[in-house]
């Protein structure tokens, strides 16, 4: 197992245009996570899936703002009409849900940065 | 509301001399509290989950533990390997799945 992978790791992108990233969890992880990090932050919860099924999605989440994942497996952000605020690191994360929570792994995430 | 606060925000310290990383929480039924270690550009890297007051864990040089309201990242005689952001993080209240992170220790280690 690879780990969780994230592509592409960077990505510049010009004011208004749309960008979507992908992430591939570990194989057998039924949870599958999407959080935003900004320099000298920690990261900041965006949404969560368990198997195909969006379960909470953060309020701070504008409309431009989804996320998709078909089949249970991997996942896709988008994001609509890029604004200069959304220049962050976007981090996806797995984790095994049997009842208790288990760790989530994080990937090495995708740099946006728009201009 | 969920809240995790880390302390100190930065740390310097010489190879060798122990120290202790502090994150302070609010949360309603703690649930699970985690230890990840972040280095520059990339993702937090998983280091320990504790569930409980009164848990220890160990993993070469870092011990966390784990009181009601708090928890510690003891170092002992680091390295300048050790030189990362470490990251606290909280399961939200109630039935969430989602984390709540403190905004991080980076700790510099010199040789």
């Known amino acids: 197992d690879t780990g969780v992978s994230q592509d592409p790791r960077h990505k510049i992108t010009k004011r208004g245009q749309n960008v979507t990233f992908r992430c591939d969890p570990i194989s057998e992880h039924n949870r599958l996570y999407w959080y935003r990090q900004t320099l000298g932050q920690g990261p900041e919860f965006l949404t969560y899936?368990?198997?195909?099924?969006?379960?909470?999605k953060s309020r701070l989440l504008s409309d431009r703002f989804s996320a998709e994942r078909p089949k249970g497996s991997f996942s896709t952000l988008e994001i609509q009409r890029t604004e200069q605020g959304d220049s962050a690191m976007y981090l996806c994360?797995?984790?095994?849900?049997?009842?208790?929570?288990?760790?989530?792994?994080f990937g090495q995430g995708t740099r946006l940065t728009v201009v | 509301e969920d809240q995790v606060t880390q302390s100190p925000e930065a740390l310097r310290l010489q190879e060798g001399e122990s120290s202790s990383l502090n994150c302070s929480y609010t949360v309603s039924g703690l649930r699970g509290l985690f230890w990840y270690r972040q280095d520059p550009g990339k993702g937090p890297e998983f280091l320990f989950t504790l569930y409980s007051a009164g848990e220890e864990k160990e993993k070469e040089r870092l011990k966390a533990t784990l009181t009601k309201k708090e928890s510690f990242l003891h170092i002992t005689a680091p390295k300048p390997e050790d030189s990362a952001t470490y990251l606290c993080?909280?399961?939200?209240?109630?039935?969430?799945?989602?984390?709540?992170f403190g905004q991080g220790t980076t700790l510099q280690v010199k040789p």
């Open positions: 899936f368990q198997n195909e099924a969006q379960l909470e």
């Open positions: 993080a909280v399961l939200g209240s109630g039935n969430t799945g989602k984390l709540i």
């Open positions: 994360a797995s984790s095994l849900a049997q009842g208790v929570y288990t760790e989530a792994f």
